[in-house]
């Protein structure tokens, strides 16, 4: 979803049909694991992809197709 763009808490939590204070609480986790970056002030707050995550996106993808329920594991 912040590939598309930066987001602030509560676009996350309608987008994802969440309650403000589980976006709130899961923003929150990301920015400590550095997954997402803030930027402004509290309120309205906005949430970009972290540059490290940007940097490691493909790994992600890849990982992300594995571990999807009903995928098939591609054998070279």
Not at 39 to 45: A, D, F, K
């Amino acid at each position: 979803m912040l590939r598309e763009g930066p987001k602030n808490v509560n676009q996350l939590a309608e987008a994802l049909d969440v309650h403000y204070r589980v976006a709130e609480h899961h923003i929150r986790t990301l920015e400590k694991n550095h997954l997402v970056s803030p930027s402004g002030e509290r309120y309205g707050r906005l949430y970009f992809l972290s540059q490290e995550m940007e940097a490691h996106l493909p790994i992600f993808d890849e990982i992300w197709v594995k571990i999807q329920p009903g995928a098939r594991e591609v054998k070279k």
